[in-house]
């Protein structure tokens, strides 16, 4: 129990959350694992960050060994998002709600705007609905954006040659995206195995601090 003055104190000082500040109104499994905490996930900061220093990329070593010492859904979110950064040129975090996906951080040597708020539908067909659908990583071209035309816009520039979308799965369904691509024009490929494999520790990693039955 604490008072609600001295949480916003605390989210304050440890993560630079201003009471102001509002998060992405989505009612999924992982919004309710970070509830209470008020703020965008994008000024969650991670292990080794003092005051005043922005977003750092991570190495996937780096990403995989703080995920072990981490149980803060949103900061877990934030070193996925920070390890893939490291070996994309592009990569944004995305959450699942309703059919449609949300953009909620983005990182990366090549992302040059602020992505967070772009929305867009889970459509049938292309990598962000079939990777939702299949609970898999899928590997391909964007194909033609349509609803996805406002994302890749914010994204700016030429399309990728081809896009990796691979899924956080909670609970038996995929509760958010981690999108990557190697830049307007250009082709990801050996990067996605080590993309794939961050996302596969976040997954167990939600699912050993949110255990629950088949049944259930």
């Known amino acids: 129990l604490a008072p609600e003055a001295r949480v916003w104190a605390l989210m ?23 509830t209470a905490r008020g703020g965008q996930v994008g000024i969650a900061a991670v292990p080794g960050e003092g005051p005043g220093v922005g977003p750092r990329l991570l190495s996937q070593r780096e990403a995989l060994d703080l995920m072990d010492q981490i149980s803060d859904p949103v900061v877990l979110s934030a070193l996925l998002l920070r390890g ?62 349509k609803g996805a035309r406002a994302f890749f816009e914010a994204l700016g520039g030429a399309l ?34 080590d993309l794939i494999a961050l996302t596969a520790a976040l997954n167990r990693r939600f699912e050993a601090l949110s255990p629950v039955s088949a049944a259930n």
């Open 12 to 34: 304050r000082r440890f993560y630079g959350i201003e009471k102001h500040l509002r998060g992405l109104d989505v009612a999924d499994d992982l919004e309710t694992a970070a």
């Open 84 to 145: 893939a950064g490291g070996r994309a040129g592009r990569a944004v975090f995305l959450k699942c709600q309703a059919g449609r996906a949300v953009a909620w951080l983005g990182a990366g040597k090549l992302l040059e705007t602020d992505v967070r708020g772009v929305d867009l539908p889970l459509e049938h067909g292309v990598p962000f609905g079939t990777a939702t659908e299949l609970r898999a990583p899928v590997l391909g071209p964007p194909g033609a954006p």
């Open 160 to 193: 990728p040659m081809n896009v990796l979308v691979v899924p956080v799965v909670l609970r038996g369904r995929a509760v958010a995206l981690l999108y990557a691509d190697a830049g307007p024009g250009a082709t990801l490929r050996d990067e996605a195995a």
